[in-house]
């Protein structure tokens, strides 16, 4: 029964060792400037909106994983009333995530 408890222990101890070593080097691959929050990403829009939920998500687990941007930003490139309140919704879900028209992109981007 020791021999069991002793194994046990030493397998967490070793997953433990290895997630703090993994933290570590995920610092040092990933770290860098702070420029990251003024990069956007802009999505484009059309329609009813279609694929653009799962384009939103998948865009902000790439934010929460390797931080590579800042902001998402969906612009209305001829939305629909639908496609428009779904847009309206997944900016509701996220601070990070915008929706504009084509012609207030530039305001966005200036800051």
Partial sequence: MQLWQDGLIALL??????????????????A????RRGVVALL???????????????LRALRGEQEL???VLVVD????????TLAKLLVRQDRWVALCRQDEVAEYLAG
């Fill in 77 to 84: 490139c001829g939305l629909t009333e639908e496609g428009r």
């Fill in 13 to 30: 101890a070793a997953v433990g060792l290895a997630s703090i070593m993994w933290t570590a080097v995920r610092a040092v691959l990933y």
């Fill in 69 to 71: 941007f800042g902001m």
């Fill in 44 to 58: 484009p829009a059309k329609g009813g909106g279609e694929g653009l939920e799962e384009q939103v998500k998948t």
């Fill in 32 to 35: 860098g400037p702070e420029r």
